[in-house]
């Protein structure tokens, strides 16, 4: 990993009064998973599709290696895109789907068809070079693609939800699959995905978007220990995100009114802020030994771990334990102080389930 | 049972305006009644294979597929153009190009007469400014151009039809592969759009080859197609037998061109596949 291949600086992009992308900021290093993260409709296929050419920026550049390569045509960019909804030629056959881009570039047949081979090998697909795309299943087809876009040995391999219409099972057994891939060939990937779970799973880096905004970019530990917002933090993973919270002075945070010593600074006086605690960051003890009281309300058990519910004076708090606890019982809650996440309070655009959720 | 009685209607639809012609066409084609009898002939078959009719077969095929390349070569692009999503007038061309369909097709065809005439629009106007006067109806160029202006929307439909369903996304898919705004549509678009084309053809080629109106009308009577001999046999010289085995004989080449029509769009599909 090292130089940046592709660099975006100041991007904007407006669908008539629509602001899609409102100032985005990014670079990609070579040979790196990158990942686009965050709710549908946040602008990562349009992110996606500006750097692919598809979709032209209305201010800033897009640069390649450096270069400003805004004016360079689609068909013209070292750069292959898997589409979301895989986009195969429904008249070609698998082999021929896959020798698209080689026959483009008159490759020799002899070269292409061993190609075609390697590369249907390399997706799992050997062998399936007769067979008519329209009888493939959706995690067939999506390898066609996704092979047909590998053969043409692209700088960057842009993926657009390449996994979104597949079943759970299969989505999992795809993830282990492209991390396979992305080792092999050494491409660079720019993904995309509303998926918190998959992003952090694949990525080397992940760019958390709201809004046609970069909210973080970091790896997938620091997003998720270390959210500088509370979006962020609602966005990965399960969280407790208590708004009502006032930093007292530095390292000390008053959460659902009890003060909780804390390891972050710099926030001033009585400052209204927000915290974020992980559910399996919230230690339950009995009622005696901790100034925050709560009462159990809701005991469910996930497989791994049990998810209790504890109401405390101001905010009702998730807990991940592995003991379960007994509803209507009073419990203590504490929280290490570096597990304690404050940040700046602001007013939360938490979107609606059904977005968050896309499929 | 229900299913079948809903079908009911279309039985008798199909008896009445399909089967019953098709069978009096058979039993005209085949029989005689010259001496009161009604006898079993091969007479009227053995007529049509006369040089004259012969001819004029051959002409009518070399006319409808003139008129159909040239609904083909100029419906594409204007299909085209009416598919891509830029075309911001999309709607009110659609509607001039299906607004002659809800005129009479006799009374848009006596109005070319009123244009192309020796005394007609066109030439007024080129005597007006000193041209003279050109030959624009008995001939050939008259027939094709009713042709054209007949049935280029059967062409123009279809291909349009097919080309704005056409995923935009297979289109990028090319451009992403490499291939320049030519190559995407000789290798996707195109292809792509071949059901389209097919029936194009298809319904601009057969009302085509058996027109009898447009060549009697555009050609004054002197450009004789299939269709005219066949309507004379019933109008004129009352010889039902040798109409109804010409009539034969155009469906049996109708149903020849759309096998080869079909089977070679097909190829040029690759394993797609229509029909
Ligand atoms: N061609 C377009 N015309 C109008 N609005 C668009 C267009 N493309 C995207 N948008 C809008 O821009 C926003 C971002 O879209 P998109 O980048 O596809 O989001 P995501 O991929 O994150 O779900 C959405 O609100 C979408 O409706
Ligand atoms: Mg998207």
């Not at chain 1, 409709?41 to 050419?53: A, D, N, V």
Request: proline share 5%; with cysteine; hydrophobic share 45%.
């Amino acid at each position: 990993m090292g130089k940046k291949i592709i660099e975006l600086k100041n991007i904007y992009k407006r669908f008539g009064d629509f602001t899609a992308i409102d100032g985005i900021n990014l670079y990609i290093n070579e040979g790196e998973f990158l990942t686009l993260l965050g709710p549908s409709g946040c602008g990562k296929t349009t992110t996606l599709r500006i750097i692919g050419g598809f979709e032209q920026p209305d201010e800033g550049d897009v640069l390649f290696e450096g270069v400003r390569i805004n004016d360079v045509p689609a068909h013209k960019r070292p750069l292959n895109t898997v589409f979301q909804k895989y986009a195969l030629f429904p008249h070609l056959t698998v082999g021929e789907n896959v020798a698209f881009g080689p026959t483009i570039r008159k490759i020799s047949p002899d070269i292409i068809q061993k190609d075609v081979k390697k590369y249907l090998e390399i997706v799992n697909l050997e062998g399936y070079e007769d067979r008519d795309v329209s009888t493939l299943s959706g995690g067939q087809q999506q390898r066609v693609a996704i092979a047909r876009a590998l053969i043409n040995k692209p700088r960057v391999l842009l993926l657009d939800e390449p996994l979104g219409a597949l079943d759970l099972k299969l989505r999992k057994d795809m993830q282990d699959e492209l991390k396979t891939m992305h080792k092999d060939v050494g491409i660079t990937f720019v993904y995309v995905t509303h998926d918190q779970e998959e992003a952090l799973t694949l990525s080397d880096t992940v760019v958390v978007m709201n809004n046609g905004r970069i909210l973080q970019i970091g790896t997938p530990v620091d997003i998720y220990n270390e959210p500088n917002n509370a979006f962020v933090a609602y966005f990965i993973g399960e969280s407790n995100i208590i708004h009502n919270s006032i930093m007292v002075k530095d390292k000390l945070v008053n959460i659902d009114g009890v003060d909780f010593n804390c390891v972050d600074t710099g926030f001033g006086q009585n400052t209204p802020v927000d915290v974020v605690v992980r559910p399996e960051d919230v230690v339950l003890v009995p009622a005696d030994k901790a100034d925050l009281k709560g009462i159990v309300t809701l005991v469910t058990f996930k497989g791994v771990h049990y998810e209790i519910w504890v109401e405390g004076p101001t905010f009702e708090w998730k807990v991940h334990s592995t003991l379960p606890q007994t509803v209507g019982d009073e419990l203590g809650i504490t929280v290490d102080p570096y597990n304690i996440h404050v940040m700046k309070h602001e007013p939360l655009e938490i979107p609606s389930e059904e977005t968050a959720v896309e499929v | 049972m229900s299913k079948r009685r809903f079908a009911f209607p279309y039985l008798i639809w199909m008896t009445i305006f399909i089967v019953v012609p098709l069978f009096l066409i058979f039993f005209y084609a085949f029989t005689d009644n010259a001496s009161g009898k009604t006898l079993f002939t091969l007479e009227h078959v053995k007529a049509i294979f006369q040089p004259l009719y012969l001819k004029v077969i051959g002409r009518s095929f070399y006319m409808s597929l003139i008129a159909t390349l040239v609904c083909f070569v100029m419906g594409y692009p204007a299909a085209m153009i009416l598919a891509s999503k830029d075309f911001s007038q999309k709607n009110t061309m659609l509607i001039l190009i299906v607004l002659p369909m809800w005129m009479n097709f006799l009374l848009r065809t006596y109005s070319w007469l009123s244009l192309l005439e020796n005394e007609g629009l066109i030439n007024r106007f080129l005597v007006s400014i000193g041209l003279g006067q050109v030959q624009l109806m008995y001939n050939n160029f008259a027939v094709i151009l009713g042709m054209v202006y007949n049935f280029l929307p059967f062409m123009i439909l279809p291909i349009y039809s097919v080309l704005v369903k056409i995923d935009k996304s297979v289109v990028e898919a090319a451009k992403d592969l490499g291939a320049n705004g030519a190559r995407v549509f000789l290798r996707i678009i195109f292809p792509l759009s071949m059901p389209g084309v097919v029936s194009g053809i298809t319904m601009t080629f057969m009302p085509a080859l058996s027109t009898f109106v447009i060549s009697r009308l555009l050609s004054g009577g002197k450009i004789t197609l299939i269709g005219n001999i066949i309507e004379q046999q019933f109008t004129i010289t009352g010889d039902w037998g040798l109409g109804s085995a010409l009539s034969l004989l155009l469906m049996v080449l109708i149903f020849i061109s759309m096998i080869f029509i079909n089977k070679y769009g097909d190829e040029s599909v690759g394993a797609g596949g229509l029909l």
